[in-house]
């Protein structure tokens, strides 16, 4: 399966972006598809990832309530749109297979993710 993530850019602080993952080879449903992203200089940042024991989905703490997780079957593509966005969600973004919750803490979400593909880069800044 090959992944590919787009729709990134420069944003204004307090603004919104749709990222889209579109998958070939496979389709996203038989996928765990996660999200994580990499800032220059930084450690990976895992965003999204599902439980092995229920499928429930964990969200980072830093995106909580400003992400929305949509899906287009027919397309094939999920969506990840973020909003109220901050200069620290600068960032590349990546949408990755089989995103699986490895330490939910209160201030770390750990995942591990087994394939992704180039990413998008998201900048933050006025």
């Known amino acids: 399966v090959q992944l590919q993530a787009s729709g990134g850019g420069l944003v204004q602080p307090g603004g919104s972006l749709r990222l889209s993952c579109a998958a070939s080879?496979?389709?996203?449903?038989?996928?765990?598809i996660g999200w994580f992203r990499q800032a220059p200089g930084k450690e990976r940042e895992g965003l999204v990832c599902?439980?092995?024991?229920?499928?429930?989905?964990y969200v980072a703490n830093s995106l909580l309530g400003r992400l929305t997780l949509t899906r287009d079957t027919a397309k094939n593509i999920m969506y990840f749109a973020l909003d109220s966005l901050k200069p620290e969600d600068t960032a590349r973004y990546y949408c990755?297979?089989?995103?699986?919750?490895?330490?939910?803490?209160?201030?770390?979400?750990?995942?591990?993710?087994?394939?992704w593909g180039q990413g998008t880069q998201v900048t933050v800044s006025s």
């Open positions: 990755a297979t089989e995103a699986l919750l490895s330490v939910n803490g209160p201030d770390t979400l750990r995942c591990t993710y087994e394939s």
């Open positions: 599902f439980s092995t024991a229920d499928g429930a989905t």
């Open positions: 080879g496979s389709t996203l449903r038989d996928l765990r």
